[in-house]
């Protein structure tokens, strides 16, 4: 099977790319950076270099490639993780932008089966003096625009 696998050099996008390889499939890493072409190469994977942002663009990759699946491990997020709300901003810009792009070009080129990465719950770090505490109830509003860009 033929799979395009995007944030192909996401923490865990290159375990994905050995695995589907080692399964046998056709697998195609998707990446914005052409430095980063070897790691996808090195996890056995082809790698394309296109930028999600550029509707356009992505549709034409999308298209030539043609997968029967596209997995979106679309992230981006700091490296000790996120400390604060605006460390999210990226990430938000690249789940309200960047999937909606790549999921309408697969749509285009009759991909059956989109797989996306999520997130299955938050954390308040403001409000339980110091500790980490599950969110629950209603999206405080502070977080409203990451649960909007998940959605």
Do not use: C, Y
């Not at 990446?31 to 790698?47: D, Y």
């Amino acid at each position: 099977m033929r799979v395009l696998v995007a944030g192909a050099t996401s923490v865990p996008g290159l375990p994905l790319l050995r695995e589907l390889n080692a399964r046998g499939h056709d697998v195609v890493g998707l990446t914005r950076q052409l430095a980063k072409t070897p790691q996808i190469e090195q996890a056995g994977a082809k790698p394309v270099v296109a930028d999600v942002f550029d509707a356009a663009p992505i549709d034409s990759v999308v298209a030539d490639i043609e997968p029967e699946v596209v997995v979106s491990l679309l992230t981006t997020l700091p490296k000790r993780g996120p400390m604060r709300v605006k460390d999210f901003e990226p990430a938000r810009e690249l789940w309200s932008r960047g999937a909606p792009n790549l999921v309408t070009a697969a749509q285009r080129a009759g991909v059956r089966r989109v797989v996306a990465e999520s997130v299955i719950f938050a954390h308040d770090w403001g409000s339980a003096h110091g500790r980490v505490r599950p969110v629950s109830g209603p999206t405080p509003s502070r977080w409203r625009r990451d649960a909007q860009g998940v959605a």
